[in-house]
C-alpha cells in the first residue's frame, strides 16, 4: 500500500528561504501550499512545483492577520488535504538601533514572526492531532543570540525557539514534532535589502559575510530547505523541540 500524500503548508514561500522549501517539499512527494502576501506572486512558485510534476497551489493570505489565516487554512483543506506539515516561514525585518527603533518597527516585526507563526500553528494542529501526525518547522536565526540594529527581529526570533519548545512538549504524545531551524547568512532578497541599507554592493557584502563563515560561502535556500526536508520526514519523529542552526559553522 502507498502512503498517502501528504499536505504541507509552507508561509512566505513566493521567493527566498519559503520558496526553496516549497520546491523541496514537492520534490519530497508532498502536495504543498505556498502562502504569501500576495497570491499573484506565489504563481511562479506553484508553476514550478507543477513543472516538475509536483502538486501545489497559490494562495494569498497575511499570516499576522486571523481570518486571513482561518481562510487560508481552509482553502488548503479544501483543495490539498489536511495539512500534517507547516512551515512558519513568513518574515519581515524593520533594523534599526534602539533609539531611531518606531514602535511600528517593532510592533511589524512581532506581528509576522510571532503573532503569525501561533495564528498559523493554532489554525493547523487540530489536523496534525487528528492525524497524529504531524511535522512543525518554524524559521529562527543566528540573530536570535542578538544583532546589532535587530532588537525586533533578535527577540522574536529568541520567541520562536521558546514557542518551538512549548509547541514539542504539548503536542509530542499526538506525534506531532516541532523544530527550528536557525539559519545564518542565505543569499535572498532580505539579506540584499540589509546590504542596500548599509550601502554596499551585495557581491561585496556576501563576500565580506563568507570570511566569517567557516565553510567560506554563504548560504542559498537550498541549504535551509535539505534541513527542513529531514525535520519533516516520517523518520524525525524522535528528533522535537531543537534547534537547528544551519549557518556554515557551529554558530551557537
Ligand atoms: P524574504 O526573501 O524577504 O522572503 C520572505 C517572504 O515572506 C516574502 O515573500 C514576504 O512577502 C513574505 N511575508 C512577509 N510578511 C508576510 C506576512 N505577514 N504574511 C505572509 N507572508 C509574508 O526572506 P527570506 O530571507 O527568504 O527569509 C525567510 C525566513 O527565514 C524569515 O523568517 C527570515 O526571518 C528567516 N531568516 C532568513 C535569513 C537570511 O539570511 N535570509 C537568516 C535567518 C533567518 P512580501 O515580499 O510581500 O513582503
Request: hydrophobic share 50%.
Amino acid at each position: 500500500m502507498s502512503t498517502p500524500t501528504k499536505t504541507a503548508i509552507v508561509t512566505g514561500a513566493a521567493r527566498g528561504i519559503g520558496a526553496g522549501v516549497a520546491r523541496r517539499l514537492a520534490a519530497d512527494g508532498m502536495a504543498v501550499a505556498v502562502i504569501d502576501l500576495d497570491e499573484v506572486a506565489c504563481k511562479p512558485v506553484v508553476e514550478q512545483i507543477q513543472a516538475a510534476g509536483g502538486r501545489a497551489i497559490a494562495v494569498g493570505a497575511d499570516v499576522a492577520d486571523e481570518a486571513a489565516v482561518t481562510g487560508a487554512v481552509e482553502r488548503v483543506v479544501a483543495e490539498l488535504g489536511a495539512p500534517t506539515v507547516l512551515v512558519n516561514n513568513a518574515g519581515v525585518i524593520r533594523d534599526n538601533l534602539l533609539f531611531r527603533m518606531t514602535t511600528d518597527d517593532w510592533d511589524t516585526v512581532m506581528n509576522v514572526h510571532l503573532r503569525g507563526a501561533f495564528l498559523m500553528t493554532r489554525a493547523v494542529q487540530k489536523y496534525m492531532t487528528e492525524a497524529k501526525f504531524g511535522r512543525i518547522v518554524n524559521l529562527s536565526s543566528t540573530s536570535a543570540l542578538g544583532n546589532r540594529g535587530q532588537a525586533n527581529y533578535a527577540a522574536a526570533k529568541a520567541g520562536v525557539q521558546g514557542f518551538t519548545k512549548t509547541l514539542a512538549f504539548e503536542l509530542g504524545k499526538f506525534g506531532v514534532t516541532a523544530n527550528a531551524i536557525a539559519p545564518g547568512f542565505i543569499e535572498t532578497e532580505m539579506t540584499a535589502a540589509t546590504a542596500a541599507r548599509v550601502g554596499i554592493p551585495f557581491e561585496d557584502f556576501k563576500a565580506g559575510a563568507a570570511k566569517e563563515i567557516p565553510v567560506a560561502r554563504t548560504g542559498v535556500p537550498e541549504d535551509i530547505a535539505h534541513a527542513v526536508s529531514f525535520f519533516a520526514s516520517e523518520g524525525a519523529g524522535f528528533v522535537s523541540g531543537q534547534v537547528l542552526y544551519v549557518a556554515g559553522g557551529p554558530k551557537a
